[in-house]
Every structure is written in structure tokens, then in C-alpha cells.
């Protein structure tokens, strides 16, 4: 899942940064409103963590602008304005969350979680699951038929994007906008090379095979 995170504090968005790394996602950082508009310009995101007060403006006009140009997703909003009023305009302008700061990281990931599930057509938990296979998003474990799968951080992220999309046919610019950060070379072949490294430990030890090649196209995970 891609990650646009809008905050002028460059220690604080570096930790934000890495911590949300670990985890899987991909980050591209905006230190200040005018650098997010233009990213938001040209990249699809799945999540936009923002700060209300940016040097260049505000991260309340960028919700906004975000919603009048038809972004649909989760927005979380970190701020140290803690009133009843500021939270109330930044929800107006189409904040789902607020987070004040400072904020233990273990928090911001159980609201980034809870955002994906109100988003994921109101599920209840944090586990994927397709066929024979189910992804724990809270303890990061995949499993298939009950055997554990062990995954690397990127086959992990690759994988919870196929299983959000089940069924569906994923170009390989789709994959690369949502699991890849704006530093990807797209001109490389590290999907491919990702999708068959991911195929060897999910698909190959087992006889039904859920990942598909879409000649001409991209993947798609779905039952034979």
C-alpha cells in the first residue's frame, strides 16, 4: 500500500517514514503543501497521513483539495492542535482521523489499520484471507492451507496487494504505484522478479496455483 505522509518535521516524517516502511508500505514524503500537491498530482495513494500546519499553507485547505479532486481514500491527520474546533474543520475538510501529537507509533498503525478496515467495505478484523491462504496484517504472518509462508517485507506488501484485489487483474503500473515509492525504476523488471519469488514460496509447494500471468496485461490472483 502506498503512503503519501505530508509533515514539515523531518525527524518526525523520517521515523514515520521507516517505522511505516517496516510494515510494509511504500512512503513518499511532502515537507510542505506545495511538494504534496504536486505528488498527489501525479501518484495514486491508498493513504494520506497529513499535518495540519504546514510552512506553505495548510494541511486542512490540502484535505480539501484532495477530496475535490476526487481522492477517495483514508486521510489521518496528525496535529498539536488538540480543540474541539480544529478537529472539528479538519473532519469537514475531509479528514476520517485525527492523531495528536506527540503519538507512540504503535498507535498511528492501530488507526492506519482501523482506517483500511472501514475502507475494505466495513471488515471486521486485520486478516486477508482467498482460498486456502490468510494474512494476519496485525502480527504480519501469511499462511496457507495452516502452514506459515515466510515472507519478506516487499513479498509481504506484493501479497496484500494481490489479495485486496482478488479477482481482478492488476497491471504491472498499478502494482508499482501502490508497492513501490516514487524512487522505483520503472523501467527495471524487479516486479516480475518480485511476482516469481513470490510464486516459489506461495504457489509452488502447493498443487493449486493462485498466482496468474495476464499475457499482455499483468497478474491476477484467483483459483484455477
Do not use: C
Not at 510494515?23 to 495540519?52: M, P, R, T
Not at 497491471?171 to 516459489?200: A, C, P, Q
Amino acid at each position: 500500500m502506498r503512503v503519501l505522509l505530508v509533515e514539515d518535521e523531518e525527524k518526525l516524517s523520517s521515523f514515520v517514514m521507516r517505522g511505516l516502511a517496516e510494515h510494509g508500505y511504500a512512503v513518499d514524503i511532502a515537507l510542505q503543501k506545495s511538494e504534496a500537491v504536486a505528488l498527489a498530482s501525479d501518484n495514486e495513494y491508498d493513504l494520506v497521513i497529513l499535518d495540519v500546519m504546514l510552512p506553505d499553507g495548510s494541511g486542512v485547505d490540502f484535505a480539501k483539495w484532495m477530496r475535490m479532486n476526487e481522492y477517495t481514500g483514508p486521510i489521518l491527520m496528525l496535529t498539536a492542535l488538540s480543540s474541539t474546533n480544529d478537529k472539528v474543520k479538519g473532519l469537514d475538510a475531509g479528514a476520517d482521523d485525527y492523531l495528536a501529537k506527540p503519538f507512540a507509533f504503535e498507535e498511528l498503525m492501530a488507526r492506519v489499520r482501523a482506517l483500511f478496515r472501514r475502507y475494505g467495505e466495513g471488515q471486521e478484523s486485520s486478516v486477508l484471507e482467498f482460498a486456502d491462504v490468510s494474512m494476519n496484517l496485525i502480527h504480519r504472518k501469511v499462511t496457507r492451507r495452516g502452514q506459515e509462508v515466510r515472507l519478506t517485507t516487499k513479498e509481504f506488501a506484493l501479497l496484500e496487494y494481490f489479495l485486496r484485489n482478488a479477482g481482478r487483474p492488476v497491471t504491472r503500473t498499478e502494482i508499482i504505484e501502490h508497492v513501490w515509492d516514487m524512487g522505483f525504476d520503472s523501467g527495471s523488471n524487479v516486479v516480475d522478479v518480485y511476482v516469481n519469488m513470490l510464486r516459489k514460496k506461495v504457489d509452488q509447494p502447493f498443487e493449486n496455483k493462485l498466482i496468474h500471468t495476464v499475457v499482455g496485461y499483468g497478474y491476477e490472483i484467483r483459483e484455477e
